[in-house]
């Protein structure tokens, strides 16, 4: 009776793999809802694309024609779309490092302020909160070559008046400049954070091994502990770059040579209504970001400490 009484609670071996296995499809079900919601949102929506990007579809056509990879070959040999792949890798190769560095920097001055570290943080990312459709009125005017306070402060110091919205050398840069503006205070948040988790033990070490300037100690020990947070910053900023759209579309509407890729596939698709040569022109576009995010993660990560 004793042994009976103390097996009882225990079931046998067929009920607990039973348990077991309705325990593994219940979680299953669990995750068919997510599942759900990412096919619907996601991997439905690519699938549409891809067959668009074969066709020759347009808004209000009553037929659809199929052209195989047609689409892709017209892309590599469209002038237009070549000036957009080019104007978009200059305005990454100025922000990308622009968005990283600058952004440190101003972490690196912010932190280090006692009374009017708050002050500092809110300035530096209102821009983050402004809309830069609502603003490019603001920066019409403050770039005007004859109006603008930018000219006129030119002009102040001897300097000859630029239209840096209209003259074609100086698009990109000043498109560049702007995103800059908008981009340093979300950077500057995300480096503060790395700051913040910087051990104060380091720094002492440091100062007892003889790094005691303010150089020696971002080098030693602030620079190293940050590399996972610039792994993600200069990530997140590729991306933000390459994704341009509001400042070309509100300033210069591609003019003078200003296309840029999110803004072309944009003409193509809702201008000119040609769905298809604007699907394609859209996987073009995922691949090479998918490309580059992967190669530019896998080069940082290998220099990146844990």
Not at 88 to 100: C, D, H, I, N, R
Not at 153 to 164: D, P, T, V, W
Not at 191 to 216: M, T
Not at 263 to 290: D, N, P, R
Request: proline share 5%; glycine share 8%.
């Amino acid at each position: 009776m004793t042994i009976a009484s103390a097996s009882a609670p225990f079931p046998p071996a067929a009920k607990r793999q039973g348990f077991r296995l309705s325990g593994e499809a219940l979680g299953t079900l669990f995750a068919v809802p997510a599942l759900l919601l990412i096919t619907a949102l996601i991997l439905a929506p690519l699938v549409c694309l891809l067959a668009l990007s074969l066709t020759d579809y347009e808004i209000g056509a009553v037929s659809i024609r199929w052209l195989g990879l047609g689409n892709f070959e017209k892309a590599l040999s469209d002038p237009v779309f070549r000036r957009s792949i080019g104007n978009t890798l200059l305005y990454v190769a100025l922000v990308l490092p622009g968005g990283v560095f600058l952004g440190l920097l101003v972490a690196v001055l912010v932190h280090g302020r006692k009374r009017s570290r708050g002050f500092y943080e809110v300035a530096y990312f209102l821009p983050v909160t402004s809309t830069l459709i609502a603003m490019a009125a603001v920066w019409q005017f403050l770039l005007h070559p004859k109006l603008g306070p930018i000219n006129s402060a030119l002009k102040s110091l001897g300097f000859a008046e630029r239209a840096f919205i209209s003259e074609p050398e100086l698009l990109i840069p000043t498109l560049a400049a702007i995103g800059l503006w908008n981009l340093i205070g979300f950077n500057m948040v995300l480096f503060l954070a790395g700051l913040a988790a910087i051990p104060r033990d380091l720094y002492d070490a440091a100062e007892i091994d003889g790094a005691g300037g303010p150089v020696n100690r971002f080098l030693t020990v602030t620079w190293p502990q940050l590399a996972p947070t610039t792994m993600f910053v200069a990530v997140t900023t590729s991306i933000t770059s390459f994704k341009v759209f509001d400042t070309v579309a509100v300033l210069t509407r591609g003019r003078d040579g200003s296309e840029v890729l999110l803004y072309a596939i944009y003409l193509e698709g809702f201008q000119y209504f040609k769905m298809g040569y604007s699907a394609a022109l859209t996987v073009i576009f995922l691949v090479f970001m998918l490309v580059f995010s992967v190669f530019q993660a896998f080069q940082l990560d290998r220099r990146v400490h844990y």
